[in-house]
């Protein structure tokens, strides 16, 4: 069954820190894997999006990272703001699936404070 | 370019009434999936249409339809509305129905509240 976890379920951390969000995948055959974010009440916002090949791929402060072999994805958030307090999820796809085959992880509820 | 559009954006309804939803789609967009995103459950996919045409269902009980129209717009619908339907409802839409390397887009929800 296809499934992704992500960890910490939620994540307290002062304004300037960096931090690191886990998603573990066990979805196949994959195709490609996003982050979202979400603020409260609004429709989830793509970060980044990474297929098979790709190892690391940025958006300003937002570094997603994939290991295919171990399937394991990581976003990593640098200098924290105030408006990065969000639920972070990851999606995961598998190949040639059409959008009812998304799989969706819970989400990291990330709370940034000053 | 204008994004995914969901109508309304809140909503209240009683036990038992119905509701129907709106979405339209980024323009030249074809597909058009359903998410129900509760605290619990997270995510959840509801279905999907391209052309039209229902192309994927998810595992909810029939109270819950939708359509497409020919101008790729959607609506879903929920009949006999129960205390436990209070969720934000999102959709998105995508150039095609297969995944790769186009991307989707989310809208904003509707958020329901049945009390």
């Known amino acids: 069954k296809n499934q992704v976890e992500q960890s910490p379920q939620s994540l307290i951390i002062l304004e300037g820190k960096n931090c690191t969000l886990q998603?573990?995948?066990?979805?196949?055959?994959?195709?490609?894997l996003r982050w979202y974010k979400q603020d409260t009440g609004r429709g989830p916002v793509s970060l980044t999006i990474?297929?098979?090949?790709?190892n690391t791929k940025s958006n300003g402060r937002y570094t997603a990272t994939l290991d295919a072999d171990t399937k394991q994805s990581s976003l990593h958030i640098t200098a924290s703001q105030l408006s990065d307090s969000a639920s972070y999820i990851c999606?995961?796809?598998?190949?040639?699936?059409?959008?009812?085959?998304?799989?969706f992880g819970q989400g990291t509820i990330l709370t940034v404070h000053p | 370019k204008a994004g995914v559009t969901q109508t309304p954006r809140y909503l209240i309804k009683t036990r038992g009434q119905q509701v129907t939803l709106s979405c339209s789609p980024i323009?030249?967009?074809?597909?058009v999936s359903w998410y129900q995103q509760t605290p619990g459950q997270g995510l959840q996919f509801l279905f999907e249409?391209?052309?039209?045409?229902?192309?994927n269902k998810g595992n909810f009980p029939g109270r819950f339809s939708g359509r497409q129209f020919s101008n790729s717009r959607s609506e879903m619908n929920v009949s006999t509305l129960e205390l436990g339907d209070s969720a934000l409802y999102l959709c998105?839409?995508?150039?095609?129905?297969?995944?790769?390397?186009?991307?989707?887009?989310f809208g904003s929800g509707t958020r329901l509240t049945v009390v």
């Open positions: 998105a839409s995508s150039l095609t129905n297969f995944q790769g390397k186009y991307g989707y887009t």
């Open positions: 998603c573990n995948y066990t979805v196949s055959p994959f195709s490609n």
């Open positions: 990474m297929t098979f090949s790709e």
């Open positions: 999606v995961v796809s598998a190949d040639g699936t059409s959008y009812g085959k998304l799989t």
């Open positions: 323009s030249g967009h074809r597909s």
């Open positions: 249409y391209f052309s039209e045409t229902q192309r």
